[in-house]
């Protein structure tokens, strides 16, 4: 049992959210204000309905909605001002949007008939794959999603040049006795609807709450410091990670303070290069070559212009009184240092202790000693 306090959730279809709070219930009830309902479905496709009877739905339940042709089923997420103002968000040209309204909450045996129709997902799924390759076509299936009524199912597939599917169509449509719709979908959505635990220990961002896949080009990770590894940086789905993305305005923005290029430095005791930003900090890192010592210095950024510009004027400054403390020194060790501190098993020095002595003599008491 939870007490009033905790985050309790007895729903086993969904996590359980630990050391979270939903800010959503603080916010009055706005459903008398607008009749905009967003409805969340299968994966991460969610759409916007009329509630035109004025039904009272709260967030969660479930909710029979009209479509083309047929009716759903899917999960109210949003209503009132909030759902409003996403869609004003999500759709570009509203006045385009085709409406379909709620008819009313759903029913017992609603439910019954829906979670049939999911039960099939997964074998039509893996046969329709099998058609897709008997008719030799250069896609794959990636998802099936029925329709709450049981009688329509959208077939996500990926494909990297245009498809013809015609014939696939009737197959599918002889094979499973539904009506068919096809759906072309990126590597990204793929991995929205699929899932996962990205690098970072969490659920994927694509899979939980990011519902437009913009493009993320390597020139994120250059802006921010990062690494331009392609392996580090890619996420589930083989592309660059969202999150590269998140960050990077508040990066540009520190950029415009630093010089278009970070020249190298003629000081009075020889050329200095930079080989390190942290661009946040607005902290730069020098060194000397190893035949002038290699030694290493952090400037901030003010002083960095005022060197390069000391240097348009034939001037060499001095780094001495910016040179790293001790206690940064020692706490950026080489990376082979550290292994060979914190991961070399150590040697086992074993004690002379002349009282745990096996005696020289008969090893076992019990026997006499055996004649040479």
């Not at 659920?203 to 390597?218: E, G, H, K, P």
Request: charged share 35%; glycine share 8%; proline share 4%.
């Amino acid at each position: 049992m939870g007490c009033s306090g905790c985050n309790t959730n007895t729903d086993l279809d969904r996590p359980a959210m630990l050391g979270t709070y939903d800010w959503l219930n603080d916010i009055p009830d706005t459903t008398n204000e607008s009749n905009i309902v967003e409805i969340r479905f299968k994966g991460t496709r969610k759409e916007f309905f009329r509630n035109e009877e004025g039904i009272q739905l709260k967030r969660d339940e479930l909710v029979v909605v009209s479509c083309s042709p047929g009716h759903d089923i899917g999960a109210v997420s949003l209503t009132g001002k909030l759902a409003e103002l996403q869609f004003k968000r999500k759709v570009k040209k509203p006045e385009r949007y085709e409406w379909h309204k709620i008819y009313r909450k759903a029913t017992p045996a609603d439910v019954i008939k829906w979670e049939e129709a999911k039960a099939r997902e997964n074998k039509v799924m893996i046969r329709a794959r099998q058609i897709a390759n008997d008719l030799n076509l250069e896609m794959k299936i990636g998802d099936v999603e029925f329709r709450g009524d049981n009688n329509k199912a959208i077939f996500f597939y990926i494909a990297d040049d245009r498809v013809d599917f015609r014939e696939l169509i009737k197959q599918y449509a002889r094979e499973f006795s539904i009506k068919i719709e096809m759906k072309q979908i990126g590597v990204r959505q793929e991995a929205g609807r699929i899932g996962g635990i990205g690098s970072c220990g969490r659920a994927l961002c694509c899979s939980t709450w990011r519902t437009d896949f913009t493009s993320v080009t390597s020139d994120a990770a250059i802006k921010q410091g990062l690494s331009p590894n392609a392996e580090k940086m890619a996420g589930r789905c083989g592309k660059l990670k969202c999150c590269l993305t998140y960050e990077l305005d508040h990066y540009l923005e520190a950029l415009e303070d630093f010089p278009h290029e970070l020249l190298a430095i003629e000081t009075d005791r020889g050329l200095a290069r930079h080989f390190k930003t942290d661009i946040l900090q607005k902290k730069v890192w020098y060194s000397y070559s190893q035949s002038d010592g290699g030694r290493v210095f952090i400037l901030d950024l003010e002083d960095v212009k005022k060197f390069l510009n000391m240097n348009k004027r034939g001037q060499k400054p001095s780094f001495e009184g910016y040179n790293e403390p001790e206690a940064k020194k020692e706490n950026m060790m080489n990376v082979g240092e550290l292994d060979q501190k914190f991961f070399t098993k150590p040697s086992v020095v074993k004690k002379n202790n002349k009282h745990h002595r096996r005696p020289q003599g008969n090893r076992n008491p019990g026997k006499p000693e055996p004649k040479e």
